[in-house]
């Protein structure tokens, strides 16, 4: 079982921007793809990137696609978040997960078998 725990989550402002970072156990080498989702409450989680790692070739969703960047620590066990011109829909807790295999596209969470704890993004007017 892999181990995930994600970080940098707060308040912003809209138009602003935020870092969040996804740390996996040092021991985790058989994953293969790890993904960002997002959830609001009474909402279904949505998948907003993904990535496979070492490979390093990503993939977004519409509605972040050319705001958001997800990449990998140069030797090192995190992948990033880069959220940029933050707008109030992207209010969320938000989620990194962890899969064996690796993803040619947005998956969803049922095809993740590690998660983090969530951090949550609150953007205000």
């Known amino acids: 079982q892999v181990r995930l725990l994600e970080s940098g989550g707060g308040s912003v402002q809209a138009g602003g921007s935020l870092r969040l970072s996804c740390v996996r156990s040092a021991l985790a080498r058989s994953i293969d793809c790890l993904g960002w989702f997002r959830q609001v409450p009474g909402k279904e989680r949505e998948g907003v990137a993904s990535i496979n790692i070492g490979v390093r070739d990503t993939y977004y969703s519409e509605s972040v696609k050319g705001r958001f960047t997800i990449s990998q620590a140069n030797g090192k066990n995190t992948v990033y978040l880069d959220m940029n011109s933050l707008k109030l829909e992207d209010t969320a807790m938000y989620y990194c997960?962890?899969?064996?295999?690796?993803?040619?596209?947005?998956?969803?969470?049922?095809?993740?078998?590690?998660w983090g704890q969530g951090t949550q993004v609150t953007v205000s007017s």
């Open positions: 997960a962890a899969r064996r295999g690796f993803c040619g596209m947005l998956y969803p969470d049922s095809y993740y078998t590690s």
